[in-house]
């Protein structure tokens, strides 16, 4: 394979993705984000020493980590980023297309002068741990594979400005309709099972599907119940086989499922209660605004989008694995947010916009080649993809030197969800 050729592509494509990214910002630091969303697919890395080496200037590389330093420091970067970023992937959200909100984390065990650093659950560990918090939404559509970032926030509840998490998500909700124009539907999972949520779900007019916790009452039939009640009498009328792959081993499930119409407490939007037995002693409980019929047809699909978030938290895995953002080692909190709206980024570029466009296809599939496994190209193809895209860029060439860096078009983008 034509390595120099395949890597000189894909300079091309980061200018001008980032060109487009930062249309009628000011020069420099459009210069910036080229060179930051450049360095981290080249290096895989989120440390600026590693971004400074992918650049290859010939001055120091401590110069350059300095001059990158400075530049992340800037107020208001991260938040009109991730708008760029919103307004771009939600011309493919549409009605149907799934939004789903994902809370996680970054766990620094042995960081002690990050800025606001505050206890966070551990989720790979499954312990308490200092760190920061992450919120993240991704678009993708029920069966297909495009998966589109469009959210991407660090936060920390010892920082000044933090006032609860129900704010953060719902700084994130508003963020992301305000370009949508409120197409889609929310999946949340357990965590999102809380009023305010379910508040500013209804007052806004939005589709969801959340996922109950057992102490959830509603009603039905004009009395109020416990959901783990109304998931005992729920008729089961549909049956599924459906089989999880994780970890290279797949584990078969036998599900039933049904659904009774219920209410909140205090509302009078018509919802519905999907119930489904067979993934543990207990049922799963979704609750949405969507029109559910008891329809095999119509519950599945609710039941399948909600599945899809095995997909997202794959997704996850590996923004953070990939890039290795736990690896991070910036200490101010402007620093941290920025970075990760940087790194949501160049999560969008390998997922979305190298993969979907049509002049890039046979591009995306020169990349995945060059991702070197000892098995092959894991079932989950942006491990893969991200990998192919160091291959290509790391020790070819360096830096973007051949390339003005300022360079900006502005092709027509393409629906992310077009086949």
Request: proline letters at 3%; aromatic letters at 8%.
């Amino acid at each position: 394979m034509h390595y120099a050729k395949t890597a000189s592509k894909l300079r091309e494509q980061i200018i001008q993705f980032s060109g487009e990214l930062s249309f009628n910002w000011g020069k420099v630091v459009r210069r910036f984000l080229t060179e930051a969303i450049y360095g981290i697919q080249a290096r895989q890395s989120v440390r600026l020493t590693e971004i400074a080496r992918a650049l290859g200037e010939e001055i120091p590389v401590k110069k350059t980590q300095y001059r990158l330093c400075r530049q992340l420091g800037r107020e208001g970067l991260g938040t009109r980023l991730m708008d760029a970023i919103c307004r771009m992937g939600a011309r493919g959200v549409e009605k149907k297309t799934l939004l789903v909100l994902d809370l996680s984390d970054i766990t620094k065990k042995y960081a002690r002068k990050m800025e606001y650093m505050a206890r966070v659950r551990d989720g790979s560990h499954k312990c308490l741990g200092n760190g920061y918090w992450t919120l993240s939404v991704i678009a993708t559509d029920v069966g297909k594979p495009p998966l589109v970032p469009l959210y991407n926030h660090l936060y920390s509840q010892k920082s000044p400005d933090y006032q609860s998490e129900n704010t953060e998500i719902r700084r994130a909700i508003r963020q992301v309709i305000k370009h949508t124009h409120k197409r889609g539907v929310w999946v949340l999972d357990r965590g999102g099972d809380r009023g305010a949520i379910f508040e500013e779900m209804m007052n806004q007019e939005l589709s969801f599907l959340i996922r109950l916790k057992k102490t959830r009452n509603l009603v039905y039939r004009r009395g109020e119940h416990l959901v783990e009640d109304l998931a005992a009498v729920c008729p089961m009328i549909h049956a599924e086989r459906i089989v999880k792959q994780e970890g290279g081993k797949e584990t078969i499930y036998d599900l039933e499922f049904g659904a009774l119409p219920v209410k909140l407490p205090g509302k009078d939007e018509p919802l519905a209660l999907v119930v489904v037995r067979g993934f543990g002693q207990k049922p799963m409980t979704l609750l949405t605004s969507l029109r559910v019929t008891r329809g095999r047809k119509s519950l599945w699909w609710v039941i399948s989008a909600y599945l899809t978030r095995w997909r997202i938290e794959e997704t996850i895995r590996f923004i953070k694995q990939s890039y290795q953002v736990e690896d991070i080692r910036l200490l101010t909190y402007i620093r941290l947010q920025n970075m990760m709206a940087i790194l949501l980024a160049v999560a969008y570029f390998a997922m979305a916009y190298l993969g979907l466009r049509i002049k890039l296809r046979v591009l995306a599939g020169h990349v995945l080649k060059a991702a070197r496994r000892l098995f092959g190209i894991p079932d989950f193809q942006f491990y893969a993809l991200a990998d192919g895209i160091r291959e290509v860029l790391f020790g070819r060439q360096k830096g973007l030197e051949r390339i003005n860096p300022l360079l900006q078009t502005h092709e027509h983008q393409l629906s992310l969800f077009a086949p």
